[in-house]
Nanobody
């Protein structure tokens, strides 16, 4: 089970840190990812991190503004979001990969959280 927290309303230029808690016993064995979905649009990739946290990959819109990280001792994955823009408004989802590596495609993930709303006001 994956549970995201940390969403909310923030002004443009502000920051939020999303957290995702996993109940998976083998959490440290799997790559993790963040996706987002704007209302009326398809869900899109945001960021991914490998099982050991040493490799990360970002969508172009996230590069330089978002940072994904993980704490395997606490079964947590984070998404630090800085310099937020109104177009970042979306429901953000945490996902657990089916393998230890990074993954950018939805069908490479086995489990998904319920999502957390992020709203950036202009």
């Amino acid at each position: 089970q994956l549970v995201e927290t940390g969403g909310g309303v923030v002004q443009a230029g502000g920051s939020l840190r999303l957290s995702c808690a996993s109940s998976e016993r083998m959490f440290a064995s799997f790559g993790m990812g963040w996706f987002r979905q704007v209302q009326g649009k398809e869900r899109e990739f945001v960021a991914t991190i490998s099982w050991h946290g040493k490799q990360t990959e970002y969508a172009d819109f996230a590069k330089g503004r978002f940072t994904i990280s993980r704490d395997n001792d606490r079964n947590l994955v984070y998404l630090q979001m800085n310099s937020l823009k109104p177009e970042d408004t979306a429901v953000y989802y945490c996902a657990e990969g089916e393998r230890p590596y990074m993954a950018t495609l939805e069908d490479e993930y086995d489990y998904w959280g319920q999502g957390t709303q992020v709203t950036v006001s202009s």
